[in-house]
């Protein structure tokens, strides 16, 4: 992601952060059929930006180095839902529930399984030192020197909570599109894969830090409790605790912007 998406994703934050703010000023329309709880399951599109990438390890080897400006990649692995098996691609679940009382708010548990993989053969700035010999010079980062994915998920883990507009429903209150704004925070639980000189690791689920972000979404209520959504999040999440080869530990920090659909049902 370059600085010209950095922009647009800090604008998009500003204006509907302010967008909300205007509509939790405004009368709320009643959900007669949307109150209580609800689960979706889904799969989703991620963009990363560039990342500073800190590898350290004091313990089985001796290095201490970052890559910066990392350029990574998603892997969504959409055609293994034709093979049935729906939970290789970047999965996605929500678990929610919208209060009976103040039915225009709600709360909501998500998961996006969100893989994340550095390219190979960048060309980098590598400083720091690596058993003793010091860098700081523009390196050829390959699969001889270090690889780095979080393929088990990069996995963000939050709560949200939630405000819906409603936008339309019909006559007979079986269908209904509503815009639903969500914001909120939670952890990263990677499973990080990492080559070093030639030695690999793929480690173990581990809580490595946080994430913070909003999300927009459009949902329609197709049949009754059927629902669909379409999503567009813009997230920050900090990996200062990732695991490496070894004792090695792993940081870093991007912005993501994920495309999710999802399909589920309203209790």
């Known amino acids: 992601m370059n600085r010209l998406t950095n922009i647009l994703f800090f604008s998009i934050l500003i204006i509907s952060t302010h967008i909300s703010n205007e509509l939790l000023a405004q009368d709320s329309l009643k959900f007669q059929k949307e109150t209580g ?15 500073d990438i800190h590898f350290k390890n004091s313990g089985t080897d001796n290095y201490d180095f970052k890559l910066i400006d990392a350029k990574a990649k998603d892997l969504p692995g959409l055609k293994s839902i034709l093979k049935t098996d729906l939970s290789i691609p970047q999965y996605v679940y929500r678990i929610g529930y919208y209060f009976k009382k103040k039915t225009q ?5 998500n998961f996006d399984h969100a893989k994340y993989i550095v390219y190979d053969n960048q060309t980098l700035r590598v400083t720091g030192q690596i058993r003793g010999r010091t860098f700081d010079k523009d390196t050829l980062v390959d699969n001889n020197f270090i690889h780095l994915e979080h393929t088990n998920g990069a996995n963000f883990l939050m709560a949200n909570m939630l405000y819906r507009i409603k936008i339309y429903e019909s006559k007979n209150q079986n269908s209904a599109l509503s815009l639903i704004f969500k914001t909120g925070m939670g952890t990263v639980i990677p499973k990080t894969d990492v080559t070093f000189m030639g030695t690999r690791l793929d480690n173990k689920f581990h809580i490595a830090g946080f994430v913070a972000g909003e999300e927009i979404t459009l949902r329609y209520r197709i049949y009754k409790g059927i629902i669909s959504e379409f ?30 659909l999802t399909l589920g049902y309203q209790f």
Do not use: Q
């Open 231 to 260: 999503s567009s999040k813009n997230a920050y999440a900090n990996y200062f605790n990732a695991l490496g080869v070894g004792t090695a530990k792993v940081s870093h920090s991007f912005f993501t912007t994920m495309l999710i």
């Open 105 to 109: 708010f709600g709360i909501e548990i």
């Open 37 to 51: 709880f609800y689960f979706s399951w889904g799969y989703n599109k991620d963009y990363f930006s560039k990342s």
